[in-house]
Antibody
């Protein structure tokens, strides 16, 4: 079965750090661009970051640039999002997703919640 | 930066009725996708490339449009179709629309 299983997340103080992980199974991660998308409960979807197949091309939303780092370990079929200097506005459910069909997001992780609070 | 505006915000319809959801782009879009999201679940890809159904999506879902105007049509609403729908310019820096909630009338 093709799936993405997420881990990480949780409660962190403002200014703190977290690392989200996204493990792929049922397909070869290295064949796909990968994305992180955030959603505040009750609100819409917001693109956070993407990374190309080999990790050589990454991009970030302006709101997280310089604070978040996307990376991947294709040998381990795992995607990461290192989040630092976390702020209240970073809170939400983070989804990893696979880009297929010209980057339409066809497989999604189950989501992981990030809460930033003192 | 492209902005996607979805309308209406909420659509109240009865089972069996036709649903028509709109997505308008601030600039020409070449790749447009639609997703369905139910409470507590991740989004699910329905349509990509404006009109191609993803694997396993029933044929009551159809996408159309080009340029700046796109439409998702659900021909006859089933109970499981009540959800929030998002449009998305799929590409390297993909903005999403704000969503349309389809609720039971």
């Amino acid at each position: 079965e093709v799936q993405l299983v997420q881990s990480g997340g949780g409660l962190v103080q403002p200014g703190g750090s977290l690392r989200l992980s996204c493990a792929a199974s049922g397909f070869t991660l290295s064949s796909y661009w990968m994305y992180w998308v955030r959603q505040v409960p009750g609100k819409g979807l917001v693109w956070v970051s993407y990374i190309n197949n080999d990790g050589g091309d990454t991009k970030y939303a302006d709101s997280v640039k310089g604070r978040f780092t996307i990376s991947r370990d294709n040998a381990r079929d795992t995607l990461y999002l290192q989040m630092s200097d976390l702020r209240a506005e970073d809170m939400g459910v983070y989804y990893c997703s696979r880009g297929a069909f010209f980057h339409a997001l066809d497989v999604w992780g189950q989501g992981t919640t990030v809460t930033v609070s003192s | 930066e492209i902005v996607l505006t979805q309308s209406p915000g909420t659509l109240s319809l009865s089972p069996g009725e036709r649903a028509t959801l709109s997505c308008r782009a601030s600039q020409t879009v070449t790749l447009l996708a639609w997703y369905q999201q139910k409470p507590g679940q991740a989004p699910r890809l329905l349509i990509y490339g404006a009109s191609t159904r993803a694997a396993g999506i029933p044929d009551r879902f159809s996408g159309s449009g080009s340029g700046t105007e796109f439409t998702l049509t659900i021909s006859r609403l089933e109970p499981e179709d009540y959800a929030v729908y998002y449009c998305h310019q799929h590409g390297r820096s993909p903005p999403f629309g704000g969503g349309t909630k389809v609720e039971i009338k």
